[in-house]
């Protein structure tokens, strides 16, 4: 009897917090369109991106709705592998691709935050069940809105980084014009 009611303890549980998660994967139209309501297309963005093989902390700055700026290291996971910066695609850390992100996620989304200010999502925890070594964190560190006139036409992205060993920091298009 006592086993038949710890089981359906733990079928409630998972059954509240599966709703749970159904219930943060709807908000993310609403959550969406509150990001686009603000028309924030000058920011600062850092975002570390951690999995078992590799930590990347990457930073991007945004002017006028364009990758104007990105710096990246990156350090060893879990694994204590090495790790290399290869070219980054700067935009897949933008606020609209982090909404992408969630959506494209689908069943291995395991958890998701947002940002109760901007509406953007804070926290992307993505994870296959049945793969053992597949769990992935996508973490904003810090957010900062930016005027246009916060950053010079000097700052402009004009290169992709070079693969790097793990622990040095690559930056692009610093002090480059286009």
């Not at 749970?20 to 920011?43: F, M, N, R, T, V």
């Not at 850390?93 to 953007?120: K, M, S």
């Not at 700052?155 to 070079?162: F, G, I, M, N, R």
Request: hydrophobic share 40%.
């Amino acid at each position: 009897m006592r086993r038949y009611k710890l089981m359906a303890i733990a079928v409630t549980l998972a059954f509240s917090a599966l709703m749970l998660l159904i219930a943060a994967a709807q908000d993310i139209p609403a959550e969406q369109a509150a990001w686009e309501k603000l028309g924030i297309e000058s920011y600062h963005i850092a975002v570390q991106d951690a999995g078992v093989w590799n930590l990347v902390n990457v930073e991007v700055w945004v002017q006028e709705g364009r990758v104007q700026r990105l710096e990246a290291n990156c350090e060893p996971g879990l694994a204590e592998m090495p790790c290399y910066l290869f070219t980054l695609d700067a935009s897949q850390f933008e606020v609209g691709e982090l909404f992408n992100r969630v959506q494209a996620a689908g069943e291995r989304l395991a958890n998701i935050e947002y940002d109760p200010t901007y509406h953007f999502p804070t926290l992307i925890v993505e994870d296959d069940p049945q793969v053992y070594d597949d769990e992935h964190i996508l973490r904003v560190t810090a957010f900062e809105e930016l005027s246009v006139d916060e950053m010079s036409p000097e700052d402009t992205l004009t290169a992709t980084p070079e693969p790097d060993a793990c622990g040095s920091s690559k930056e692009m298009g610093k002090n480059r014009r286009t």
